[in-house]
């Protein structure tokens, strides 16, 4: 199981933030000297198609996720598994026309790309949060293989969202997220780290979901889960957040989390 955490800087992995996630942190094989590739529009897929194909995107292109979905891709990741027996998903909040993923993850080698949006369930936006890539039942019984019961041999590749911007407290997951009480109360103002904060606290619910629910589908023992930050929070308005944890000087400020558990 791959999960790319949207926008998980390493300076929110900790036992404050996201203790879950923190805990396999040490537990697992850690790449220190980790980078991810800011580049034009469409930072995460950049990443989606770097560790999917094994390449770089092109520096001078800003449309990397409408440019290459008709390059040939055989020694892509998923077609390596595929070669050797695997069944191999994707899975993300957001619709397949989106960078389209429905078309690159299928010449990626991809047996489907699902998105809750697609789903057409949701009537408020409840997609946005990823404790529902777990919750969704398909969804679920997707990510965990369960209608191929015969063939345990399968990746499955989580794209996660809810640390995405906004980072406010009247638009975005970190309202979704908050009280009624915190919501009405004119003298709770959350900052901009604030709610980066509670927004990446989601995430690591759903870590913690992910890794219950291997436990109770008996995957627990013989899974390996590969954690990986998309892009370093450069989404952030107030850019002293970044400078106050990261070299932001130099192309040092890329550095993000990957791990393997």
């Not at 640390?163 to 970190?174: D, I």
Request: proline share 3%.
């Amino acid at each position: 199981i791959l999960v790319q955490l949207e926008s998980i800087d390493n300076f929110l992995v900790n036992d404050e933030v996201m203790p879950i996630l923190s805990n396999l942190k040490r537990q697992s094989i850690n790449f220190s000297n980790h980078f991810s590739f800011v580049n034009g529009g469409g930072s995460t897929f950049n990443s989606e198609f770097m560790v999917n194909t094994g390449y770089a995107t092109p520096y001078s292109y800003n449309q990397n996720a409408y440019t290459f979905s008709k390059n040939n891709f055989d020694y892509s990741l998923p077609n390596l598994f595929k070669s050797v027996g695997y069944t191999v998903n994707a899975f993300h909040m957001n619709s397949s026309e989106y960078y389209s993923r429905g078309i690159n993850y299928k010449n990626f080698g991809y047996n489907s790309y699902n998105g809750l949006k697609d789903l057409g369930i949701y009537e408020n936006k409840e997609y946005y949060l990823d404790t529902e890539l777990l919750l969704n039942e398909e969804f679920n019984s997707k990510i965990f293989n369960m209608e191929n019961p015969l063939n345990q041999n399968f990746v499955s590749y989580i794209i996660t969202y809810s640390a995405h911007l906004p980072f406010s407290k009247t638009s975005g997951v970190c309202s979704m997220l908050l009280t009624e009480e915190e919501k009405n109360n004119p003298d709770y103002n959350p900052s901009e780290l604030d709610c980066l904060k509670i927004q990446a606290g989601e995430t690591d619910r759903m870590v913690g979901l992910l890794m219950d629910n291997l436990k109770e589908k008996g995957l627990y023992d013989n899974t390996v889960v590969v954690f990986f930050a998309d892009h370093y929070v450069y989404t952030v308005s107030d850019k002293s957040i970044l400078s106050s944890y990261k070299d932001t000087e130099t192309n040092l400020i890329n550095q993000t989390d990957f791990f393997i558990w």
